[in-house]
């Protein structure tokens, strides 16, 4: 079955260290979203990629990276900078250039401060 | 910039008519999603309106009016399995933004 897989579900970070979350997806989508949900607001966007080898931030990438090397694979690393990243992230892909096509999401990943 | 506004609670009894509205003030529209969102999982997709009018799926509809920026998702034949979150995100280019969701609560 094609999908979005995103690891770990849940991960915890100490102060001052780097954590990279895991995007795969194997739906042969171009497009592909990071997203942060906090309780009580909507999704906010944090970077994202329409082909490989290229992306855009987005309205919250400060203290947040990203790589697309693979069409398949898109990595979110939370950074140090980022000083309150305990939040629900939610990666997603969508065929690109196609505005009626919805965004599939991943089952997301749980990321606390310890 | 863009504002996304939705009620935050909802609450309905089962078998019941539930209408959420959405209204919108984007810098540009390439058309109006609606998902669904049950508590620790990822939103699924349940509708898409570009053109105004009404689209019908099933137990689910959703209607836009560009010139007013707003929309509704209906939700009829209310079941348990409905009480969920419901996002309203709108298209600018390549991007969506979302609203902060309207929880529904269905009652027996």
């Known amino acids: ?114 | 910039g863009q504002n996304i506004d939705q009620p935050t609670e909802m609450t309905a009894t089962e078998g019941a008519i539930v209408q959420i509205n959405c209204t919108y003030q984007t810098s540009g529209f390439n058309g109006l999603f609606w998902y669904q969102q049950h508590a620790g999982e990822a939103p699924t997709f349940l509708s898409y309106n570009v053109l105004d009018g009404l689209e019908e799926k099933g137990r689910f509809s959703s209607f836009l009016s560009r010139s007013k920026g707003y929309s509704y998702l209906l939700l009829k034949e209310l079941q348990m399995k409905d009480s969920a979150s419901y996002l309203c995100a709108v298209r600018d280019d390549y991007k969506l933004s979302f609203g902060a969701g309207t929880t529904v609560t269905v009652r027996a």
């Open chain 1, 1 to 114: 079955d094609g999908g979005i897989t995103q690891s770990p579900k849940y991960l915890f970070r100490k102060e001052g260290q780097n954590v990279t979350l895991s995007c795969e997806q194997n739906l042969n989508h171009d497009a592909m979203y990071w997203y942060r949900q906090d309780p009580g607001q909507g999704l906010r966007l944090i970077y994202y990629s329409q082909i490989v080898n290229d992306f855009q931030k987005g309205d919250i990438a400060e203290g947040y990276s990203v790589s697309r090397e693979k069409k398949e694979s898109f990595p979110l690393t939370v950074t140090s900078a980022q000083k309150n990243p305990t939040a629900f992230y939610l990666c997603a892909s969508s065929i690109a250039g196609f505005s009626n096509q919805p965004q599939h999401f991943g089952d997301g990943t749980r990321l606390s401060i310890l």
